[in-house]
């Protein structure tokens, strides 16, 4: 990419001046305590980031009382206990040049129960999840606008040079807000009056911080604020006290427009932001805004003045510095599967591509002496394993025996649901080749071919192969694997039906891709739902396209236990039936280890990803990793 120009410009915000126009989005990652404090892993993590050359960074969605809180392990600002360790973190991102903001934030009817220890409270009793909501009392809404404006004086004793509040993602704020969710009588039925409330009592408690408003430019669901509405609302806010409206979208019915699969465009939320200039206030702007030419793109066309970015960020802490340098980071590709599906598990998030995300705070491996090293199979976990044993200096040979790299991943990356795969891909390459890594494609290994390299350390990482189970009729011509099928360009269902064994995750993207084009589908699956490995947010879009659609039929919890040229038998709810069925199979039941023959040698041996029974890409290449950090 071109070196950005507006990307890296400084931006002065109230009082204080950016160094660029990077925001890092707040963004939960779950590495606080119980009680809401900072961790060392939290300062870690956000250390990078600040070194990567983000401007602003900020906090999650930090919660002002207990009942608002979201995560077990949510930052809080909700009492005194929690100064000393955000006083640290200030500190943390201050030394790297960069400043830090708190988002603010109440969960309103969102909340769990068995989360915050308390019932959820909201504006009106509307209830989500199937819990109903207390309503709060005129005078307990009052109380929570304190709680703001404690909160912000909180944060920034300790050191904050930026106060966010959190208006947006169906919060408390936002539930406000909203017609939907607000069907009060009290003076709070005006939609704004809470936001108003709270944005002055905020910015008496502190006057000198600049203020960002994050908002929703709309909720994603039929009965809720759409673009015009909140628009509206907008104009009726006190923006003449805040600095920054950041402008995002969505609420926790609407999932897919918070944090935006890959299939949405990049910058989807630009158009929504450039509205708000209206107002003479700063906008940012969040939304799939992956790489430097995207974020470019957003504030030459005017439509902010700022960008988040939280996955890219999250992926690469050295996004910012890379891409203002006209480099390439380490990209995200909006798979939601480490970062946005595992925040709702409770556990601390992690990142599919890169292994070393939420281990900052662990220490850096000590130098080891150079070896020779040799790499089987340029899958991502061979692809992984080559890139850090050579960023540790070892001599690295990589054989990969079909004419390009990628191995399974790069069959994923052909789906429509994952169009951003293929950039890791590259990128992995892209980086191979400036460390002077020996990429040999078409190559396969062999004892001869591993005696001409003598490694001392060989890592094999040829991947697997299709399982296919014993079932009678398994080795018909009309049976497949969905990766041998997808390798040779998923042809041969000449409008027949397709049947797709496997409800999994592979399963349902070979479904979902297939159906996309026009082909009858018959998805049959032993889950009780589909894809139970993969998290909502994952499967957000492809799950209800398939249901929707009339073309597919689906039969969860259901065996497949034979199979005939023109048949298939199916075995559900404690009995067995013959379906007319002539059409292709496919089988998604996982895989089994590739063979190999590498002879013997006096050589370290590591086996990652699916050779070694990896099950899943992230596991794959953080195999790779660890085997590069293993070499004696």
């Known amino acids: 990419m071109n070196r950005p120009v507006l990307l890296g410009s400084p931006l002065r915000v109230g009082r204080l001046l950016l160094r660029n126009r990077i925001v890092a989005a707040p963004m939960e990652r779950n590495y606080g305590t119980r009680d809401g404090r900072v961790t060392d892993r939290y300062i870690a993590y956000l250390r990078a980031r600040a070194a990567g050359g983000a401007a602003l960074l900020f906090t999650e969605a930090t919660y002002v009382r207990p009942d608002g809180r979201g995560r077990v392990l949510q930052l809080g600002a909700h009492a005194e206990h929690v100064v000393p360790g955000l006083r640290a973190l200030c500190d943390a991102v201050h030394a790297e040049g960069a400043l830090l903001g708190v988002e603010l934030n109440h969960a309103g009817r969102v909340a769990e129960p068995h989360v915050s220890g308390y019932q959820p409270v909201a504006p009106s009793p509307v209830a989500y999840a199937g819990r109903v909501p207390r309503e709060l009392s005129t005078g307990e809404t009052a109380q929570i606008v304190h709680a703001f404006a404690d909160a912000a004086r909180r944060c920034v004793d300790a050191g904050a040079d930026v106060v966010g509040l959190h208006a947006a993602h169906g919060y408390l704020i936002h539930q406000f807000l909203s017609p939907r969710t607000n069907h009060r009588t009290d003076r709070y039925a005006d939609p704004v009056r809470f936001v108003n409330e709270v944005i002055v009592a905020v910015r008496d408690a502190v006057p000198d911080a600049p203020l960002v408003l994050r908002v929703s430019a709309m909720e994603g669901v039929p009965d809720g604020l759409d673009a015009g509405a909140t628009l509206d609302a907008a104009a009726r806010m006190r923006l003449d006290l805040v600095d ?74 050295d996004w910012a510095r890379t891409v203002l340098d006209g480099g390439a980071p380490r990209p995200c590709i909006a798979c939601n599967q480490g970062c946005i599906d595992v925040v709702h598990t409770q556990r601390p998030i992690w990142c599919v591509v890169n292994p070393a995300t939420s281990r900052e705070s662990e220490p850096t491996p000590p130098p080891v002496t150079r070896r020779r090293v040799l790499v089987i199979g340029a899958g991502p976990a061979g692809l992984e394993a080559s890139l850090g044993a050579a960023a540790r200096g070892h001599r690295v040979t990589l054989l990969e025996a079909a004419p390009v790299a990628g191995g399974q991943f790069r069959l994923a990356a052909g789906l429509p649901s994952r169009p951003e795969f293929g950039r890791l891909t590259a990128w992995y390459l892209s980086e191979l080749a400036r460390a002077g890594v020996d990429v040999r494609l078409s190559a396969r290994a062999d004892p001869a071919v591993v005696a001409d390299v003598a490694p001392d350390a ?98 969860l919890g259901t065996t497949l236990e034979g199979i005939e040229p023109n048949r298939l038998l199916i075995g559900r709810d404690g009995s067995r039936e013959w379906i007319d069925e002539s059409g292709p199979l496919l089988v998604s039941q996982g895989t089994v280890p590739a063979p190999v023959v590498l002879g013997s040698g006096n050589w370290q041996r590591f086996t990652v990803g699916e050779a070694g029974f990896g099950a899943s890409a992230d596991a794959a290449i953080a195999q790779g990793a660890a085997a590069a950090q293993a070499i004696r």
């Not at 697997?464 to 049976?479: M, N, Q, S």
């Open 458 to 555: 060989v890592i094999v990482a040829t991947g697997g192969i299709d399982a296919l189970p014993a079932v009678p009729g398994i080795d018909l011509p009309r049976v497949a694997g969905v990766r041998a099928w997808l390798a040779r360009n998923g042809s041969g269902h000449d409008g027949a039906t397709v049947t797709v064994w496997g409800a999994d995750r592979a399963g349902l993207a070979v479904a979902d891709a297939l159906a996309g084009t026009g082909v009858r589908v018959l998805l049959i699956g032993a889950q009780r739902e589909l894809a139970p490995e993969a998290g909502r947010r994952e499967k957000i879009l492809a799950v209800p396209r398939l249901t929707a659609n009339p073309a597919v039929r689906i039969l």
């Open 244 to 317: 920054v409206i950041d402008v995002s979208a969505g609420s926790y019915e609407a999932g897919e427009w918070i944090v935006q699969p890959g299939e949405f465009p990049r910058g989807v939320l630009a158009p929504y932001a450039a509205p708000y200039r209206r107002f003479g206030r700063l906008v940012a702007v969040a939304g799939r805004i992956s790489t430097g030419d995207a974020a470019e793109a957003v504030l030459a066309g005017g439509a902010a003045d700022l960008v988040s970015i939280g996955r890219a960020l999250h992926a690469d802490p």
